[in-house]
């Protein structure tokens, strides 16, 4: 085998949910199909290395900062839905549900993985709450342990905010990541989002 299809394998391995047997295969589909998918292929991706960036207003990823979800004056500044990452952020906009803003925190709260509170997007959501615009902060995380600790330890620092915080309610199922649900399911939970009591970690009906 080539050295330079070796490294490609290599490389494809290391995505989430390529192994291996599956880069071998998609290396080979890719190299059958030269003119109509590698090389295309291979453009995009040296086109979103040097283009793509990160919004430094909400940490969405897109090809200009701020991104165009920031940049559009139709949407919603009095409401920001913040997620754990991209992926998440992605699954809600396939909705259509939601027209406010967004506010991505890089991940979640993880004592085993020794992740705290300054090594996420934490500040910068303190921060947008205060602005006078803000009316609510729906805190969209995935109904996991670590999801629903960062979501109760956020609803704790923006207590004293005179601001409605809230969490997705019916159709997250206990365990459940946003990116693996269905449109149906997650515009349902964004409509029917409860309140979040930061005293006792419960959530109560709007």
Request: proline fraction near 4%; hydrophobic fraction near 40%.
């Amino acid at each position: 085998m080539a050295p330079e299809i070796e490294r490609l394998i290599n490389l494809l391995s290391k995505l989430p949910g390529l192994g291996p047997r599956s880069s071998r295969r998609a290396v080979l589909a890719m190299m059958r199909r030269r003119e109509a998918l590698l090389l295309p292929l291979a453009k995009a991706i040296s086109e979103v290395a040097t283009a793509v960036r990160t919004c430094r207003t909400c940490g969405n990823i897109d090809g200009q900062d701020p991104c165009n979800i920031c940049g559009d004056a139709r949407r919603d500044d009095s409401v920001i839905c913040v997620v754990e990452d991209v992926a998440d952020l992605w699954a809600l906009e396939r909705t259509h549900a939601f027209r406010g803003r967004y506010h991505v925190l890089g991940g979640t709260l993880s004592a085993l993985d020794g992740i705290g509170p300054e090594d996420l997007n934490i500040p910068g959501l303190i921060g947008r709450a205060a602005d006078s615009d803000v009316r609510e902060v729906i805190l969209a995380l995935s109904a996991t342990v670590d999801g629903q600790t960062t979501a109760h330890y956020i609803a704790e620092k923006l207590a004293e905010a005179e601001i409605s915080v809230s969490g997705l309610a019916h159709g997250i199922p206990v365990g459940g990541e946003l990116d693996y649900l269905d449109d149906g399911t997650l515009s349902a939970a964004l409509k029917a989002r409860r309140s979040m009591d930061a005293n006792d970690g419960e959530m109560s009906k709007n």
